[in-house]
């Protein structure tokens, strides 16, 4: 396997690691001026793909600031980024949703079952506040709200400030219309089904799900399309710093592991986890209009993998190790550096990197060098 001393055994030889593998079509270096307006100077500024004209495409970018109100829609025209929604810093929101507390989060969700996730979840954990907004021509509006405090969502009461949500295709149809909730360092985990705003359990569990404990508060999840099937119906589960990695299906009513690695079976194709820093998503690496490979990253350290399903296992595509450099002239060398999928070119592939570093202004925008 490889390893993070920067040795790789000759069977690994053929794994892509120049940075060069992939260029920039957008860059704002440290330190720089945003994107579309957005001058992502605060630590706290957080960013994600967005269906914003419902066209099935995660094509626009939503950049916001939770604590102080402040939202942005981007739009790409051939580069040029332009904002279709802005507030100003500080701002009031959303939808109504005032965005005040350092502590909301959103997430894109098909509320209405058209295999489009082109609304936004908006929440407050620890406070039992969430809110889902549609978007009528530029003006959102909720479809569901609760107020801070408030009652949660489908019995789940997102009473813990470690709450965290996101969207899934629990029964493999193409669309992301179930929204799992899960508080790690508890075990707890919930899969909620939308008909017409009433949102109903259909899993909720206080031991994890399928072999996975979620007993650690350093665990994280997100969906998955383990089959590149186009169906984001696994669940990722893993914790950085302890090596654990999973992946989860649906198995009748109950889940199972179809993927599991740890440190001590020598991690996800080499990849050992090891570090709390380490970071995970899913991405469309070779443009198949499905997010079936995984980037793993480590900011602060240079480190990042792209890594693609081999049979029952996996591969690296593209591996710098720590101490690396990044990818495409990206070096990660910050412990604040995030990143995320995005479908820069309007083509249904989420297969460009956007890697940010927030409280600088740093943005770029990366796609393969074929």
């Not at 995970?280 to 793993?296: H, K, Q, S, T």
């Not at 595509?317 to 604040?336: L, R, T």
């Amino acid at each position: 396997m490889p390893h993070f001393d920067g040795t790789l055994n000759p069977e690994y030889c053929n794994v892509m690691s120049a940075t060069d593998a992939y260029k920039a079509v957008y860059a704002q270096s440290d330190p720089g001026n945003g994107i579309g307006g957005y001058d992502l100077k605060s630590a706290a500024d957080r960013c994600f793909a967005f269906d914003y004209d419902s066209s099935g495409k995660r094509d626009h970018i939503v950049l916001y600031r939770p604590g102080l109100g402040t939202v942005c829609i981007l739009k790409n025209n051939n580069g040029c980024f332009t904002p279709v929604y802005a507030t100003a810093s500080p701002g009031a929101g959303i939808g109504g949703y005032d965005l005040r507390s350092p502590n909301d989060r959103i997430c894109p969700f098909d509320y209405n079952h058209s295999g489009k996730a082109d609304h936004l979840v908006i929440y407050r954990p620890g406070t039992g506040t969430i809110w889902i907004l549609r978007n009528n021509g530029g003006n959102f509006m909720p479809v569901y709200a609760q107020m801070d405090p408030g009652r949660g969502i489908g019995g789940c009461n997102l009473a813990s400030a470690a709450d965290r949500i996101f969207a899934y295709d629990y029964d493999s149809c193409g669309r992301l219309d179930y929204l799992v909730i899960y508080r790690p360092g508890t075990g707890m985990v919930w899969i909620l089904k939308n008909v017409s705003g009433c949102f109903t359990a259909v899993y909720a569990q206080t031991t994890g799900i399928g072999g996975y404990d979620l007993l650690s508060s350093a665990d994280r999840a997100f969906a998955f399309d383990y089959e590149g099937n186009g169906k984001l119906d696994e669940i990722v589960l893993y914790r950085p710093g302890a090596g654990i990695f999973r992946i989860v299906q649906k198995n009748g009513a109950a889940f199972a592991s179809i993927y599991t690695a740890s440190s001590s079976s020598g991690g996800v194709a080499g990849y050992y986890l090891n570090s709390s820093a380490d970071r995970c998503f899913a991405f469309d690496y070779d443009g198949g209009d499905a997010l079936d490979e995984l980037v793993i990253y480590r900011p602060g350290a240079g480190v990042f993998w792209v890594l693609q399903r081999n049979g029952t296992s996996y591969k690296a595509v593209y591996q710098q190790n720590a101490p690396g450099e990044g990818i495409g002239g990206y070096n990660f060398k910050s412990p604040v550096d995030r990143c995320f999928a995005f479908d820069y070119g309007s083509n249904g592939n989420p297969d460009h990197l956007v890697p940010y570093r927030p409280g600088t202004g740093t943005v770029w925008i990366l796609e393969r060098a074929y």
